[in-house]
């Protein structure tokens, strides 16, 4: 069974970091993608970033870019995303999600859509 279980979310100041973990099980990190994702109240989800062991392709949100980091420990089967120089504007629900479709982890690949696995979300709040 592909299961994904975020941890790491938390109440943080602006300008502050957080590291968001993504433990995937039922799968290893080579045969899927993983992104994060995440959802501020009354926004559509968006897609933040992505990493793919298997062709070193990785994908980062204009809005992130220079800021976050995705990484992986493969021998805990585990992605990571680094979150520092937070803004209030990061506030949202991330998830993490896997997807096994060609070109996930670019700009036009990378969508909900076509994620396949989902986990259920840590909450990110940052104050001003």
């Known amino acids: 069974e592909v299961q994904l279980v975020e941890s790491g979310g938390g109440l943080v100041q602006a300008g502050g970091s957080l590291r968001l973990s993504c433990a995937a099980s039922?799968?290893?990190?080579?045969?899927?993608?993983i992104g994060w994702f995440r959802q501020a109240p009354g926004k559509d989800r968006e897609g933040v970033s992505c990493m793919s062991t298997s062709d070193g392709s990785t994908y980062y949100a204009d809005s992130v870019k220079g800021r976050f980091t995705i990484s992986s420990d493969n021998a805990k089967n585990t992605v990571y995303l680094q979150m520092n120089s937070l803004k209030p504007e990061d506030t949202a629900v991330y998830y993490c999600?896997?997807?096994?479709?060609?070109?996930?982890?670019?700009?036009?690949?990378?969508?909900?859509?076509?994620?396949?696995?989902w986990g259920q979300g840590t909450q990110v709040t940052v104050s001003s």
């Open positions: 039922g799968f290893t990190l080579d045969d899927y993608a």
């Open positions: 999600a896997s997807s096994r479709h060609g070109y996930y982890c670019s700009k036009y690949g990378f969508s909900s859509r076509r994620s396949d696995y």
